[in-house]
């Protein structure tokens, strides 16, 4: 069983930056993890992920160049950090990981991740 325990959220202006944490916890071997978000009456959707085992990231075209995701393989976390935040930003942000081998392009699928966290809140006000 995967734990996983987002932290980081808050309120910031436009042009602020913000940076995620996700910690897992389990004791079990993750393939892959990644920040997802969702916005009051929209659909969630991916931000980033990265796969554990050599670093490899994928980003979202609309936070391509704002947004990094990394790790830190010895604390099992996870990090987002997010620059050049716009209102359009706001979200709550939700830490996913997958422990199976996943098909080319799965990454951006929620679907695809069977671990969530419970989210953390980021608000950004114009």
């Known amino acids: 069983q995967v734990v996983l325990v987002e932290s980081g959220g808050g309120s910031v202006q436009a042009g602020g930056s913000l940076r995620l944490s996700c910690a897992a916890s389990g004791g079990t071997y993750i393939n892959c993890m990644a920040w997802f978000r969702q916005a009051p009456g929209k659909e969630r959707e991916v931000v980033a992920a990265?796969?554990?085992?050599?670093?490899?990231?994928f980003y979202a075209d609309s936070v391509q160049g704002r947004i990094t995701i990394s790790q830190d393989n010895a604390k099992n976390t996870v990090y987002l950090q997010m620059n050049s935040l716009e209102p359009e930003d706001t979200a709550m942000y939700y830490c996913?990981?997958?422990?199976?081998?996943?098909?080319?392009?799965?990454?951006?699928?929620?679907?695809?991740?069977?671990?969530w966290g419970q989210g953390t809140q980021v608000t950004v006000s114009s």
């Open positions: 990265i796969y554990t085992i050599g670093g490899s990231t």
């Open positions: 996913a990981a997958e422990l199976r081998a996943m098909y080319r392009g799965a990454w951006q699928l929620s679907y695809e991740y069977t671990y």
